[in-house]
């Protein structure tokens, strides 16, 4: 693979500004860099004839939501499409596929419509787009024919190609297997697959990879703040709960203001679990919306706890988001979320692979959602991983591997024994055996293209990935970081470091007074290091600690008891009453000179910005006071003596 720096130029910030760009000629791959650019969306706006194909439907749903007065984009949407998100759940009842025979001739379901949208496009001199699912490609390949030389392919989020096999491996390697038909095509991802995998496969090693570098000022780094947990659905209860009972994520702006985050998108690629959490945080439609793939069986299942589908919010529409939105794989391979406020958090489980996030490709993507820039809480996410239940090592791994190719060899080899009348059959046995089975006990394949078996590439590499993912980058939190990319900002700082560990669950879980606590987080400004102070600020649910400290500082909090409710008060009013601050200051029963007096009510008024000039008189509006004299080094001097407290 030869890889190809393309050095996007200072003023560019989205792909649609920069007039000189064209996509190649050819086979080759881009790796845009960056989420948000907008490079399918100049594929829609340019002047070349494309076929935008999507691994899911919803992301090509949200674009043509943001194009319904352009004439010349047709989505070529098929209702008799099964779109599959893999559950262990839903494997467990799903039913055996039909048997071969039973399927019925191939209908193409676009036939009408592709014909008159190319005349419509070409009556009025408009270039043509076509919008596809991954699925559905071939049936407008079919249609094009020879044509198909008059069009460029954008093979969006083509990492998917790779990570979806574990589920639907037989698309996959069926939309590969036409491309090669097809002169121009170009797989698109800001997260591509790793390059000793793209190396691995025929179709891939030796294109060009056109790698896109952005000017540093459009690269934002989001912190993501990683937690190894024995439960991930109790800490998602844990943030969920904090949301419901008004404690919201807070960030003070340079400009002293105080912004809220009240909006939350949780990341959990299960429906089952998904409805778990909404059940034991007793969420309802209300304040929630469900966001994963359009199956009748996820419809169903949401139907019994009182759901509907949902759909991400245009920006138009952005006020109609709801506190809590959960979100599959589904909508995070493109669909964008449109939110001034919402912060996000990702729930993994790498002891099953549906539920295992693939640092490298999909934690970028998750960061890369949140479209507003004014959102100031779309650069941070907490990422939460389950420790892992058993080890197994790489001679172990490769074991079962080998296992599994030596049963594929007997398969492919029996095929070659079995007389030309059969072998259809036998094909749609193995066919549904693979998508039954999902390739537990070998790699056979059957050619969606040719009819023909061979050994499935693409499913070999999937479950090589997720062995990686789950025996070495989530071993521990220091492996995770070392797959961080362009979006992601991580540190060398161990956060599981037990004196970390116990202060992030007395911050954020243990019981306690929140004065004490906000003390306590005064007091380790003064004591940690830079790298563990930054940790724990990631680290807390409640951001009041950060923010408090950051726009009064210690010694205004201190003044005020680090009480909660005087902290608001003096933020709002711009002022506060000085009393606790006064009180705390001084003690019933001592007698005070009256230059001393007058030396620390200056202090108190100086740090809570009064301008007016302190007079040891001023004591008067909290205390009663007497006037008496007081021997001070040897000299009788004029003081106030304090009797009791107004």
């Known amino acids: ?71 010349n984009i047709c989505y070529l949407q098929n209702n008799n499409e099964k779109e599959i998100e893999y559950d262990c759940y839903q494997i467990e009842k799903k039913k055996r596929p039909e048997k071969p025979g039973q399927q019925g001739p191939l209908i ?20 043509i787009k076509f919008l596809v699912t991954y699925d559905s490609f071939h049936y407008l390949l079919k249609e094009l024919g020879d044509s198909i030389g008059n069009y460029k392919i954008v093979v969006d989020e083509f990492q998917s190609l790779l990570s979806d096999s574990t589920f639907k491996a037989d698309t996959e390697l069926g939309l590969i297997e036409y491309l090669q038909d097809c002169p121009n095509v170009c797989y698109l991802s800001a997260t591509p697959m790793l390059d000793k995998y793209l190396d691995q496969l ?33 800490e998602g209860k844990k943030v969920i709960n904090q949301y419901k009972a008004g404690v919201f994520p807070t960030i003070v702006t340079p400009d002293k203001q105080i912004h809220e985050s009240r909006e939350l998108v949780i990341y959990l690629n299960s429906v089952i679990d998904i409805m778990k959490l909404v059940s034991s945080c ?59 406020n919402a912060s996000s958090i990702v729930l993994s489980n790498p002891n099953k692979q549906h539920l295992a996030i693939d640092v490298a490709t999909d934690l970028s993507q998750i960061v890369g959602r949140q479209r507003l820039r004014g959102n100031l809480f779309r650069k941070k996410c907490f990422f939460y991983y389950q420790v892992i239940n058993s080890m197994q090592t790489e001679e172990e791994f490769k074991e079962v591997i080998q296992e599994k190719m030596d049963n594929s060899e007997k398969i492919l080899a029996s ?50 990935r997720f062995w990686e993912i789950t025996q070495k980058e989530y071993f521990d939190t220091i492996n995770i970081r070392r797959d961080e990319t362009r979006l992601i900002q991580v540190s060398s700082f161990d956060p599981n470091n037990q004196e970390f560990l116990q202060y992030v669950q007395y911050f954020n879980y243990d019981p306690g007074n929140f004065s004490d606590k906000l003390k306590v987080f005064c007091d380790l400004q003064e004591t940690q290091s830079p790298e563990f102070l930054q940790h724990l600020t990631r680290s807390l649910v409640d951001q009041r600690y950060v923010n408090y400290y950051s726009y009064f500082g210690r010694k205004k909090l201190k003044a005020v ?80 003596k304090i009797i009791g407290q107004k």
């Not at 952005?214 to 991930?232: A, F, G, Q």
């Not at 009348?421 to 066919?431: A, E, I, T």
Request: charged residues 25%.
């Open 108 to 127: 193409n379901p676009f036939l009408p419509e592709i014909s008159a949208h190319i005349f419509k496009c070409q009556s009025q001199g408009l270039p």
């Open 561 to 640: 008891m680090y009480r909660d409710d005087w902290i608001r008060k003096l933020y709002n009013d711009g002022k506060i009453d000085l009393t606790p601050a006064v009180t705390a200051a001084f003690q019933v029963g001592t007698t005070y000179p009256r230059s001393t007096i007058k030396t620390m009510l200056g202090d108190l008024y100086k740090t809570f910005g009064y301008s007016q000039t302190p007079k040891a008189s001023d004591l008067e509006n909290w205390f009663t006071i007497v006037d008496t004299k007081i021997e001070v080094q040897g000299k009788r001097v004029r003081a106030y």
């Open 415 to 464: 095929y070659e024994l079995i007389p030309d009348q059969f072998k259809m059959l036998w094909c749609g046995k193995v066919r549904d055996s693979a998508q039954y089975r999902h390739y537990a006990e070998d790699y056979v394949g059957v050619s969606q293209k040719y009819q023909k078996p061979g050994i499935n590439k693409f499913v070999l590499l999937a479950e090589s």
């Open 202 to 234: 025929d179709e891939f090693k030796d294109l060009d990879m056109y790698v896109f570098n952005w000017p540093d000022s459009l690269v934002e780094k989001v912190n993501i703040c990683i937690k190894k947990t024995r439960s991930i659905y109790e």
């Open 282 to 340: 007793k969420l309802d439609p209300s304040n929630t919306d469900i966001i994963c793939s359009d199956t009748k069986y996820n419809r169903k299942r949401l139907k019994k706890i009182g759901f509907a589908m949902s759909k991400p919010n245009t920006c138009e529409n952005r006020h109609l988001n709801k506190m809590f939105t959960f979100c599959t794989r589904t909508v995070y391979l493109g669909a964008d979320f449109y939110s001034d």
């Open 1 to 71: 693979m030869n890889k190809i720096n393309i050095e996007v130029p200072d003023y560019i910030e989205f792909i649609s500004d920069w007039k000189d760009y064209v996509i190649p000629f050819g086979h080759c791959i881009i790796d845009k860099g960056i989420t948000g650019c907008g490079f399918t969306e100049y594929c829609l706006t340019n002047q070349d004839n494309i076929i935008l194909c999507s691994p899911r439907r919803l992301l090509l749903e949200n674009k043509v939501e943001q194009h319904l007065s352009d004439i």
